[in-house]
């Protein structure tokens, strides 16, 4: 990776600077307790990713479009037999989700203020989903101040990365997207001539799931803290 023809470094947000599927898994394992009534939880769950997937060109990403398909997956599987007691415990399940505490992973915090603190990068926070939600994380999370700016776009197609970097006047040979997703994060921003840093999680979303592959403009590392290691 050529360090000297980078010039904007661009975040994602959600599992790259904080937690925030294990906080989705465990409402998932609830909700299924819920429900258990009308199917195994490997039935609700599967069920509940094929009525996500449904929506997703409709109502996108993040907690907001989770709790409807929640909900809808919760009347289509009891076969509309399910409570209205259930119902609004499902959307307290949902509504948690807007207030989990987003709290810098290892390492992300003294990162960031060392790249930051460099004066060599703009820094941005992309991510995608519902804006009011991805803007109290960043605030609770305490990292705002080390961004020069951050975006939320529905999704991240080779349309919003070109405008991303049009944003910030930087060809996408200058850009470098580091996330956990390789299907969001990363290879978007190969095809297009871009570089990457993939920091996997420790779980992943089963829509994020697909083939990787090595890229001469790929770098892989086991944590954030070694991101100083290879831009400084």
């Not at 790249?115 to 803007?135: A, C, H, N, P, W």
């Not at 109290?136 to 776009?153: A, C, I, P, Q, T």
Request: proline letters at 3%.
């Amino acid at each position: 990776m050529n360090k000297d023809a980078i010039k904007l470094l661009a975040f994602d947000a959600d599992d790259t600077l904080w937690d925030c599927q294990s906080f989705f898994a465990r409402v998932e394992d609830d909700y299924c307790k819920l429900l258990a009534d009308y199917g195994s939880p490997a039935e609700i769950s599967d069920a509940l990713f094929h009525t996500e997937t449904a929506n997703m060109p409709l109502l996108g990403y993040g907690s907001k479009a989770f709790t409807i398909s929640l909900i809808e997956n919760a009347v289509r599987v009891s076969g509309g037999r399910v409570k209205g007691e259930t119902i609004s415990q499902i959307v307290m399940l949902g509504k948690s989700l807007l207030e989990l505490p987003a709290t810098p992973l290892a390492g992300v915090r003294d990162s960031l203020a060392a790249l930051s603190e460099s004066g060599r990068y703009q820094m941005v926070v992309f991510t995608k989903g519902e804006i009011l939600d991805q803007e109290n994380k960043l605030r609770r999370s305490g990292l705002e101040h080390y961004f020069d700016d951050y975006v939320v776009v529905a999704d991240k197609t080779a349309r919003e990365y070109r405008r991303l970097c049009e944003r910030f006047g930087v060809g996408i040979n200058e850009l470098l997207m580091v996330g956990n997703s390789f299907k969001s994060d990363i290879e978007p921003v190969l095809r297009l001539g871009g570089y990457a840093v993939h920091i996997p999680s420790q779980m992943m979303w089963k829509h994020e799931e697909t083939e990787e592959y090595c890229h001469s403009h790929l770098v892989r590392l086991a944590s954030f803290s070694e991101l100083q290691g290879l831009l400084l």
